[in-house]
């Protein structure tokens, strides 16, 4: 009697291949093996399976005990709404290739009881739903070296994770190819990221974006503009670039958001066009933008536009340095609160920010802790200003709100704003030590960058402050000479007075002089010839309580330490 072969439409299982199928198994005529042939060499080798061979799977293919399987391509051959390969065991996977065509699920599904480890994966998903690997269940599973996975325009995403999976993609390649016309695939979906556990590629770039649902999401740069669009109906609540991101269409906010920017940029592009390059409309929230900054090119016009919206930006940098027209913010009605803003102007830019009320929304500037702008020599350096067909309408002094004691720099040169709203310059004071009479290089001990700080002019010092830098410049020891004071010129004739104000850019000069020594003379003994001086100033020592009082100066007159005592309470 001849076996008629059998082609399974049910899912198969170890054990229901190795019950119906003997030694003698059908291979198609085109070389590939049947999925029942796959199942019964798999068995007679103890699971271990490394042939370059192709498996056509017909029905969901299960893998749920221990085995070992290289050099496999998977083709999914008409499965109905399953997927391709289900794993619930302990399994590896070397050099697999799985082809999801459109009438199956996922390519690769590893659920409950499932310890996958994986090197060298490929899946090409066709399919009209799923994705190409799905974590499930508690599932482990660990994917390294290549991993590359081709999405159809109905996938979901690259890789989800979900029901307290844990994935370690750390040594893995990871290569997520999206549809262009599917904008709300991500490279991997976190289902719910406070009870699964994913491990991201090493030095991984994929930029994160969180909905109000709970899920995270890893999306390529190319696709982040157009998932944040798309997904505007779950949400986001939060944006964290980890590269930068080239924009070819505008990025439009519509929902208050908090993007995280790591110092990482939106950059626009010849394709995005003569178009702003983000633009901020969300009227009832607040889109924070945290250390992000924004690029023109010579092909668009405005980095930001707030248009009716409601922005706080802190650490902003907009680089308008190319643009076909345009100022780097412009204020279309909305609020814009600023900290530590950076405006770079080029030859075509129209200033740093247009304020407008063309949204039918009143603007409101609010600036605050400091501000820089800076354009080519003979250009515009306006922080703000007012199109002439609107300077009726809009009232600067009502609009523009710059906090008292915020640090403005134009082109190189930094103002503070008073309490009274007076404009005051900055000034740099110089710290230089001078030891009979010439400059002594204290690079052994200090830093000579530290030595300059930055004070508002108009700078003075008290008595206290007077007392207590001489104390601290007495503990540099230069040997066999006396500190004479701090004095406004290098010959030691103008000291330095308490309470009387430093307009201009100052050297305060620490003097020494060498001791006065007596000695008797014997008048019956012949004098040698008198000895010239040595009028080389000598380097201070470089014991501890040299560097400690050189340290210790620095600590009372830099801006920029944690010790700053005499200049800093007058800046601040």
């Known amino acids: 009697m001849k076996r008629k072969n059998v082609v399974f439409t049910t899912l198969t299982s170890f054990a229901l291949a190795a019950a119906m199928f ?15 042939a796959f199942m019964e060499q798999l068995k007679q080798s103890n699971y271990q399976f490394d042939e370059a061979v192709v498996v056509e799977v017909t029905s969901m293919l299960e893998l749920n005990q221990k085995a070992s399987i290289s050099n496999v391509t998977f083709v999914d051959k008409g499965i109905q709404n399953a997927h391709v390969v289900w794993i619930n065991g302990e399994v590896t996977l070397n050099n697999v290739t799985i082809q999801a065509e459109e009438t199956s699920k996922s390519g690769l599904y590893v659920g409950a009881g499932a310890d996958l480890s994986v090197n060298d994966l490929t899946i090409s998903h066709n399919s009209a739903k799923g994705a190409p690997i799905i974590a499930n269940r508690n599932a482990k599973a660990d994917f390294n070296g290549k991993l590359d996975l081709t999405l159809s325009e109905g996938s979901w995403y690259g890789i989800n994770v979900d029901s307290g999976a844990k994935v370690d993609l750390s040594d893995a390649d990871l290569v997520v190819k999206t549809h262009d016309n599917n904008k709300t695939q991500s490279a991997l979906c976190i289902d719910d990221s ?23 999401a890893y999306v390529n740069a190319d696709d982040l503009g157009d998932f944040i669009m798309a997904k505007k109906d779950k949400d986001v609540t939060e944006v964290v670039l980890n590269s930068d ?40 929230e607040v889109v924070v933008l945290d250390d992000v900054q924004i690029v023109t090119t010579e092909f668009n016009k405005s980095g930001l536009h707030v248009y009716g919206g409601n922005v706080t930006a802190n650490d902003l940098v907009i680089d308008n340095t190319k643009t076909a027209g345009g100022a780097a913010v412009v204020l279309n009605g909305g609020t814009l609160e600023t900290s530590n803003a950076t405006f770079l102007l080029g030859d075509n830019s129209w200033g740093a920010v247009n304020v407008d009320n063309r949204s039918g929304v009143e603007p409101k500037l609010t600036i605050a802790d400091s501000v820089k702008v800076e354009a080519p020599e003979g250009k515009s350096t306006s922080l703000f200003y007012v199109d002439e067909d609107k300077a009726d309408a809009i009232d600067l002094n009502d609009t523009v709100d710059i906090k008292a004691d915020t640090t403005m720099t134009v082109n190189g040169d930094t103002f503070t704003l008073g309490e009274d709203g007076e404009i005051i310059p900055h000034i740099m004071i ?63 004739t103008k000291a330095l007075k308490a309470n009387e104000a430093i307009n201009e850019d100052t050297t305060i000069y620490m003097i020494w002089n060498k001791k006065a020594t007596i000695t008797p003379v014997d008048p019956t003994t012949p004098q040698d010839k008198p000895q010239t001086p040595n009028t080389t100033p000598s380097a201070p020592n470089t014991g501890d309580t040299t560097t400690a009082g050189a340290y210790a100066l620095l600590a009372l007159l830099s801006l920029g330490l944690a010790g700053t005592i005499a200049l800093k309470k007058k800046l601040n």
Request: aromatic fraction near 6%.
């Open 22 to 36: 003997s030694s003698t198994v059908p291979v198609h005529a085109d070389g590939a093996l049947s999925q029942t």
């Open 194 to 216: 406070d009870a699964n556990t994913v491990v991201m590629p090493k030095d991984s770039t994929l930029s994160t974006v969180a909905t109000e649902d709970g899920q995270l």
């Open 245 to 284: 991101i080239t924009l070819t269409s505008p990025l439009y906010l519509q929902e208050g958001m908090t993007i995280k920017g790591n110092g990482h940029a939106f950059k626009g592009s010849e394709a995005l066009g003569k178009e702003n390059v983000v633009t901020a409309m969300a009227k009832d």
């Open 430 to 492: 110089t710290i230089a030590a001078v030891v009979d009479g010439k400059v002594v290089d204290l690079s052994d001990v200090v830093d000579p960058s530290e030595l300059s700080v930055e004070a508002l002019k108009g700078y003075v010092f008290s008595e206290a402050d007077l007392e207590e830098l001489s104390a601290i410049a007495k503990d540099l020891d230069f040997e066999g000479h006396v500190f004479q004071g701090f004095f406004l010129d290098q010959e030691g």
